[in-house]
Structures are given as structure tokens and as C-alpha cells.
């Protein structure tokens, strides 16, 4: 028993419908109208195993219109994956593996989240490039497969999309293959209500190849595919479907888009697509077509499980693929820490991560630096990073342009496909400008290391739209994302490596323009940001006599030790707690918490930022020398004397509370 084309993307339609019914929300339309172009992909390209579904060579696949869930749910289903009709039963409950927008590691099969329009177009590029990246390194035998993404009119609105077609026709990554979902229809109604694009066009002035084609019929599907597949340049496939296809009076219209079709509706859709099964129920010849299907990629797999084992440094490769460190970087990093706490330098942070970087990216191979047009300013360029063009990939180092979006959202994508571990730069403040993709970092679980200078009015002259005063604030919000603001090279060299053993959670590092003098001078093995906050200089005479604790971050920590030194030399014993990492302190236990932040002591908070989240540790008596409004342009000591954040003020908010 075989099954037909229709039969096999009717399933995915009726799957569609009837979880999005029974959940009584949801989105039909576009499931419906993909369903052809999607059976198409899965059941004659796609690489895929779903007895193994993070086998490093699979293609992957990206629903860039993450709203159309369901159609994602019914392939992964159909073809085999562990995803059951009774998961698809229970779409967008609570607790159920099938949400209303695909959330990554809840289920295999899911490459991305992609909720947000315009994030799944980008982080494929990121896909892309890693495939790209791996390929050059190690050889068509172990790397060699595609990337492909569905969008819809949505993405390819977003800003966020022209970044990325930007980048990945300028990197000529030939192996992405995005296929839009050309319906004509958006929310609000007709894509003509608000675009004129020539989409073609657009991709092609970026350097893709594009096809257009009917997205109802296999034939033209399929070979708009194999000829995409053997294109020199990335491809785009605008796919002309009809959305809710099939169904009787909705097909075409914005109604099918994001609510219930509705029983008589759906009804009247068995009767005219000819399905006599009820909801949930996929016949057995159509079901092990599927299955079949599915099964195909089984003998590719095992094939390159063969080959990869056989690599001479196959260990490495497999380390490396799964995220893992290689041995010994630690005491690398720990032998310059000793010689910094020892020459004691006066840095930027900024410079100081430089140097950090420097020795390990000479450690830690799967490092991939990069910047969006800034390197020089954010020193995440190292000898070990020669850069990546487009014609040698062999190279770590990422000239994202000005394109700090799509530079999150391709890092999570290297993040995502495996064998990387990237990092890089740019400004603090155009943290605003990346929000999305770095909350997906965070929302995804992925290692990726955001570098962020100039991090306040120390910045000086560049003014105040270059000085963020809220970032940290903002980033600190985020569940899951480790803000980093070290106070010297010792506590730079801490963040990092902390950033790069938290295998889970993105980090930001806050670093500044402005030099810094040397805080830890004494070497200790012990990471001591680690911890998140430490006393940095007890009080005279110890904890047991301290009156005043002082807390600041980053380049404040010089001004709170100036302003101990006056205190001390008032009579009043003063602490000193560096606070490198908010999140990473909140994990401690309590008695540490109590211990650093001196119980019954004046506390006073020091941060060239808001004071918004200081309270916490602060409490409401406590004082705070910081920022209320945005900076202003002028030399940082100017600015610094200007809104008042001195060793005077904070010995005269500490005097006032004793
Ligand atoms: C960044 C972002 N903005 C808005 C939304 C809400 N939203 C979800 S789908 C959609 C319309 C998408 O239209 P299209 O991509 O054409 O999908 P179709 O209706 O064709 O399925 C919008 C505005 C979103 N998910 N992400
Ligand atoms: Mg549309």
C-alpha cells in the first residue's frame, strides 16, 4: 500500500486543523497552505534521522514563521520522531511538549525558536555559516548538509531579514535554502495593504538565486528544490500557496490565519480534500508512507557514523561538536591572571578582554570572535581569529557589518548547529539593538557570549547616545542571561571564564572605554567572580567591626575604594564588595549573601547606571551615587564630576546614614 503526495500532505493539513479546533486557538492557515511545499522537503530532501536527532550532519530545518507550529508538530510526528498523537492532542496546554510557538529543547526535531518573525530567516544564516565554517574545516565527508528555512511575509517585513539575506548573500552560503511562504496574506489582511516589494528582486540584489514556483504542485517544488541545491549562491524559492488551503469559504483570507476554522467548516474541508478519518486519525498506507519517509536518512547516518570514527581526531571532533572544552585552557587562563595580579596593569576592561581573548582563543579552537563593524573598538579580534571572507572560511573571526541583529541571532545559530562557541562586540547601548535574538540566547539556553564596551558616561565624548545608562538594567531583567561588569583585568579574566563554562546561559560582558586601575593584585586561584560579589577590602579591623559596606561594579570600584580610604581614615570601617555578576551572587546561599553584603551595616550602592534592581541590595534606606537621567558629551573626568558619581558623594550618602 502506497500513499499519493496529497494523501500525505492532507495529513499534515487535517493534523493542523484539528489540534489548533481542539485547543480552540492556534494558527491553520499556514500549516495548510505549506503543507504541500513541506511534504516535499521532508519526504525527498531533508537529511534527517529521528532515531537520531542530533546527528551533527543532519540538515536542518527551520520555521522561520514559527506561528505555523502545527505544521512543524504534524512532520515531525508523521515522520517519526517521538512526538505522539497524544502530544498533538494536547497542543498549547500546559506542561505538553507542543506549544504554541516551538520552543527548543523540549522536543528533538526543533532546530530553533522562532516565535518572533524574522529571527528563524537569521539564525538559519547562522546554521549556514556553521555548516560552512565545520565543511572547510574538517572535509565534505564529515560535513555536508543544508539548511533550510520556511518564512512567511511576516519575516521577511521584519528589519531583522534583510540583515541577514545581506550577510548570507555577501558569504555566498549556497547550502541555505529558504522557502517563502508567498500567500499574499498577513493579519491585518492582504500583504498589499503595506507592501510593494518585489521580494525576488531584493534577494537578488543581495546576491541570491531565486525561483519562483507553485507551492501546490510537488512536481515544481521538487524541482525548484534540486536546482537550489546546486546553486553557487544561497536560494530563496517564493512558494505561491493559497493560506487554509482546502478549506471551503476561508482559503485565501486572513481568517484562517490565527484562529479555529470552526466544526462546520472543517467539515465541510473532509468532504471537498476527500479525508473520511476523523480528527486524529491517520490511516495506516498514509501513516507508513510517512514512516518510510522518514527512514530514509538511516543509512546516510550510520554511514558517517562509520566515516567520523574512523577521523583522526575524532575524539576532539566529538568534544568540540558537543560543546565541550578542551583540557587544559584553565590553567592557561590561571597563568595569566598570576602574571596580570603580578604587572598590574591599568586597562579599559575593554582592552583587558582583549587580552583575555588572546589567550583563549589560542586555547579553546571552537571559539569564533567577531564584531559588527568594531573591532577596534571592542578588542575581539586575536591573533588566533584570522577572519572569515568569502572566500576562506577556514578563519574565526566574523566581520558581521553593521548588523548587530542579525549578529545575535546568527551567534545563536552557531550556538544551535553545534561545534561553536561564539562571542562577539559591539557598543553597550546597541544592546537595544539585538534584544530580540540575545532574549532567544536566554529563552534557548545557548552559550553566546555578547561583548558590550563602553559601558557608561566614562565613554566621554561620544554623548549621551552613546552611553547607556539603562542597559544594564535591562539586561539584568532577563531570566537566564549572565550580566558580567568586571572591575580590572584579574575580574575580566574571571567573567570570561565563567561565560565559558556556563554551557546554558548567554552572557553579557560589560566592559569600559575608559582605563581602570588594578583592583586584585594579590593572585588567588579561587575564581572569584564565580561567586557573583565579594568583599573586595574589608573594613579595618574585620567584619565583625564593619560600619559601612560599599558596592559597585566595574569601573565604580575604584571610586567606592577611594571612598573607603576616607572613611577608614574618619574613623569608620569600611568594606568594599565588587560585584561582577548580580545573577551569579543571587545563587549563593543566604549566609554568604548576609556575610558580603554586611548585616545591620550603612550600605551604599556605586554604579554609573540607574539605580533600578540596586534595591535589592540596597534596601530602601540604603544610598545610591549613580545616574538619573541620561549623560551628556564631554571627557569622561568631566562627566564623572558633572552627575556627581565621586568618592566625595558616596563618603557624604554613607556619612548621612550612620
Ligand atoms: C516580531 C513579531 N511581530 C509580530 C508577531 C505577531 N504575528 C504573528 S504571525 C503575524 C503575521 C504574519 O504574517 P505571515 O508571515 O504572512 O503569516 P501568514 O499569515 O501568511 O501565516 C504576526 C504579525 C510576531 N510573532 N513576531
Ligand atoms: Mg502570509
Known amino acids: 500500500m502506497t500513499a499519493t503526495h496529497k494523501e500525505m500532505a ?67 510526528h508523521l515522520s517519526g520522531y517521538k512526538l505522539t498523537i497524544k502530544d498533538i492532542r494536547k497542543f498549547r496546554q500546559l506542561g505538553s511538549k507542543t506549544a504554541g510557538h516551538p520552543e527548543y529543547g523540549h522536543i528533538d526535531g526543533i532546530e530553533t525558536t522562532t516565535g518572533p518573525l524574522g529571527q528563524g530567516i537569521a539564525t538559519a544564516v547562522g546554521f549556514a555559516l556553521a555548516e560552512k565554517m565545520l565543511r572547510d574545516r574538517h572535509g565534505e565527508g564529515v560535513v ?9 511575509d511576516g519575516c521577511l517585513m521584519e528589519g531583522i531579514s534583510q540583515e541577514a539575506i545581506s550577510m548570507a548573500g555577501h558569504l555566498k552560503l549556497n547550502k541555505l535554502i529558504v522557502m517563502w511562504d508567498d500567500n499574499d496574506i498577513c493579519i491585518d489582511g492582504a500583504t498589499n495593504l503595506t507592501t510593494s516589494d518585489d521580494q525576488c528582486k531584493r534577494f537578488e540584489a ?24 546546486k ?30 476554522l470552526g466544526e462546520a467548516e472543517i467539515q465541510g474541508m473532509r468532504e471537498g480534500l476527500g479525508w473520511r478519518h476523523g480528527p486524529f486519525v491517520i490511516p495506516k498506507n498514509i501513516l507508513d508512507a510517512w ?50 595580579a603580578k604587572e598590574r596593569p ?54 558581521y557589518g553593521v548588523r548587530e541583529h542579525a ?17 562577539s562586540g559591539t557598543f553597550a547601548v546597541f544592546a537595544d539593538y539585538m534584544k530580540g535574538a540575545m532574549r532567544l540566547s536566554a529563552l534557548m539556553r545557548q552559550r553566546v557570549i555578547y561583548v558590550l564596551t563602553h559601558d557608561s558616561i566614562g565613554l566621554g565624548e561620544d554623548g549621551p547616545t552613546h552611553q547607556p545608562v539603562e542597559t544594564l538594567a535591562m539586561l539584568r531583567a532577563m531570566p537566564n542571561f549572565n550580566v558580567f561588569r568586571p572591575c580590572d583585568v584579574v575580574e575580566t579574566a574571571e567573567c570570561w571564564q565563567v561565560a565559558l563554562e556556563q554551557q546554558n546561559t548567554p552572557s553579557g560582558m560589560v566592559l569600559t572605554r575608559q582605563g581602570l586601575a588594578p583592583q586584585r593584585t594579590t593572585h588567588k586561584k579561587t575564581n572569584m567572580t564565580a561567586k557573583g560579589a565579594y568583599v573586595l577590602a574589608e573594613a579595618d579591623g574585620g567584619a565583625a567591626r564593619r560600619k559601612v559596606t560599599l558596592l559597585a561594579s566595574g569601573s565604580e570600584v575604584e571610586i567606592a575604594m577611594a571612598a573607603r580610604d576616607a572613611l577608614q581614615a574618619g574613623g569608620t570601617p569600611t568594606a568594599v564588595v565588587s560585584m561582577p555578576c548580580w545573577e551569579l551572587f543571587d545563587l549563593q546561599s543566604p549566609a554568604y549573601r548576609k556575610k558580603v553584603l554586611g548585616e545591620g551595616t550603612v550600605k551604599v550602592g556605586v554604579e554609573a547606571a540607574i539605580r533600578f534592581g540596586w534595591d535589592k541590595y540596597l534596601g530602601p534606606d540604603g544610598g545610591f551615587v549613580g545616574m538619573t537621567g541620561f549623560g551628556a558629551s564631554a571627557p569622561a573626568s568631566d562627566l564623572y564630576k558633572h552627575f556627581g558619581i565621586t568618592a566625595e558623594n558616596v563618603v557624604a550618602q554613607a556619612k548621612a546614614r550612620l
Open 407 to 423: 549578529m545575535a541571532a546568527v551567534m545563536n545559530g552557531l550556538a544551535l548547529h553545534g561545534g561553536f562557541i561564539p562571542y
Open 231 to 260: 546553486s553557487a549562491r544561497p536560494s530563496l524559492i517564493a512558494c505561491k500557496t493559497i493560506i487554509g488551503y482546502g478549506a471551503p469559504t476561508k482559503a485565501g483570507t486572513h481568517d484562517t490565519h490565527g484562529a479555529p
Open 346 to 399: 591599568k586597562l579599559a576592561t575593554r582592552q583587558a578582554s582583549g587580552k583575555v581573548l588572546e589567550v583563549l582563543t589560542a586555547a579553546i579552537p571552537a571559539m569564533i570572535g567577531g564584531s559588527a563593524d568594531l573591532t577596534g573598538s571592542v578588542n575581539t579580534k586575536t591573533s588566533s581569529t584570522k577572519s572569515i571572507t568569502n572566500k576562506d572560511f577556514s578563519g574565526r573571526y566574523i566581520h
Open 206 to 229: 543581495s546576491g541570491w538565486d531565486t525561483q519562483s514556483v507553485d507551492g501546490h504542485d510537488p512536481v515544481a517544488i521538487k524541482r525548484a528544490i534540486a536546482k537550489a541545491r
Open 291 to 340: 514512516r518510510q519517509a522518514g527512514a530514509r536518512g538511516v543509512k546516510d547516518r550510520l554511514g558517517w557514523e562509520k566515516r567520523t570514527a574512523k577521523m583522526k581526531n575524532a575524539a576532539a571532533f566529538k568534544r568540540a561538536a558537543k560543546g565541550k572544552l578542551p583540557t587544559g585552557w584553565e590553567n592557561k587562563l590561571d597563568a595569566f591572571k598570576a602574571q596580570m
Open 144 to 152: 555536508d548538509h543544508h539548511t533550510y528555512a520556511i518564512a512567511g
Open 10 to 76: 492532507n495529513a499534515i493539513r487535517f493534523l493542523s486543523v484539528d489540534a489548533v479546533q481542539a485547543a480552540k486557538s492556534g494558527h491553520p492557515g499556514m500549516p495548510m497552505g505549506m503543507a504541500d511545499v513541506a511534504t516535499v522537503l521532508f519526504t525527498k530532501f531533508l537529511k534527517f534521522d529521528p532515531k537520531a536527532p542530533k546527528w551533527l550532519d543532519r540538515d536542518r530545518f527551520v520555521l522561520s514563521a514559527g506561528h505555523g507550529s502545527m505544521l512543524l508538530y504534524s512532520l515531525l
